[in-house]
């Protein structure tokens, strides 16, 4: 079955500097990869997500490259502001159509430092 | 708010007790998850169902039983639960829709979750 690794576990940044975060995955059948933000108390909430004709996607400071040769794909945050500060978590969905059964990433904690 | 719906937000059962968990999902969605997220582990899907018929259980124990009775509603019913399935437990729909070769899909959206505690 398809297996998600994500790196690091922790990240610590300074407020404006830019944030990148790694995920790798086993099954080269996933189609579909969203990244996932989870503040304290809340669910996991969509930031963005990138599917596997698509070798990158910006939304404004938010941006999510994918390499499907190396199967891999990461999140890249940048001019980061304490409101950045989440667990971040990035998944991978196969051909079965249902964008919701997800395979996820461990989470990577980010703390931006003002 | 995303459109999902979870109650309680807090639960704390007894090992012999049998308790519900509620989903409810505003969005016209066709597509309803159960998910658990434990300390230190990555979320682990449990349930999915497709037009309220359940098309995966990921070997969850019988001790969890779910049920769908419409679209929009999904349960999840707990009885004789371990400490160890101590955990949020996290409701999500999506829109999976296809007509022939074409499909319509939404992302996955997310309740605040059920924070279950067994005593």
């Known amino acids: 079955g398809e297996n998600v690794e994500q790196h690091p576990s922790t990240l610590s940044v300074q407020e404006g500097d830019s944030a990148v975060i790694k995920c790798t995955y086993s099954?080269?059948?996933?189609?579909?990869f969203p990244w996932y933000k989870q503040e304290l108390g809340k669910g996991p909430q969509l930031i963005i997500d990138?599917?596997?004709?698509?070798g990158e996607k910006k939304d404004q400071r938010i941006a999510v490259t994918l390499n499907k040769t190396a199967k891999h794909f990461s999140l890249h945050i940048t001019e980061t502001q304490p409101e950045d500060s989440a667990v971040y978590f990035c998944?991978?969905?196969?051909?079965?159509?249902?964008?919701?059964?997800?395979?996820f990433g461990q989470g990577t904690t980010l703390q931006v430092k003002p | 708010e995303t459109g999902v719906t979870q109650t309680p937000r807090h639960l704390v059962m007894g090992m012999t007790n049998k308790k519900s968990l509620k989903c409810e999902q505003h969005?016209?969605?066709?597509?309803m998850y159960w998910y658990k997220q434990s300390a230190k582990k990555p979320l682990e899907l449990m349930f999915v169902?497709?037009?309220?018929?359940?098309?995966e259980n990921n070997s969850v124990p019988s001790r969890f039983s779910p049920e769908c009775p419409n679209s929009s509603h999904l349960f999840l019913h707990l009885h004789t639960l371990q400490p160890e399935d101590s955990a949020l437990y996290l409701c999500?729909?999506?829109?999976?829709?296809?007509?022939?070769?074409?499909?319509?899909?939404?992302?996955?959206?997310f309740g605040q979750g059920t924070r279950l505690t067994v005593v």
């Open positions: 999500a729909s999506s829109q999976d829709l296809r007509v022939g070769r074409r499909a319509s899909r939404t992302e996955a959206f």
């Open positions: 099954d080269s059948a996933s189609n579909y």
């Open positions: 990138i599917r596997s004709n698509v």
């Open positions: 998944a991978a969905s196969g051909g079965s159509g249902n964008t919701g059964k997800l395979i």
């Open positions: 969005l016209g969605h066709n597509a």
């Open positions: 169902y497709n037009f309220k018929e359940q098309t």
